[in-house]
């Protein structure tokens, strides 16, 4: 599946006469892409700004988590972009690896299978 990239859209600040970039962030659905500006605002400020870059944490241990949680509550949509980020940051695939089966006895046979499968894909998609 091919990776979405967030489109930026610009408004005119009329107090300083100059063109912004606004993000705002797509989910992706089933019926396609929703833009979200409130949710892009949270996710920046609070999850990415304040939350990730607490001290003591490590990016590639927030986004390691991050990568369980979803496998663990079968958010199998979301792992595809979270993945990637971690291995961005740090993460390789034979953690990656260890870390569905580690997750299969706790999470789930089905959840961990799940993501297996986007796993490999993000895998072979990396290595070219």
Known sequence: M????????????????KSNPIRRSTLLTASGPVRCTGSEQYTQHRLYGDVW?????APRDCSLVTVAALIASGQVEQITFHLNRAMDNGLTEEQAAEAITHLAFYAGWPNAMSALLVAKAIFEKRRG
């Open 53 to 57: 870059k607490r001290p003591g944490r």
């Open 2 to 17: 091919p990776r979405l990239r967030r489109p930026q859209w610009h408004h005119r600040d009329s107090r300083a006469g």
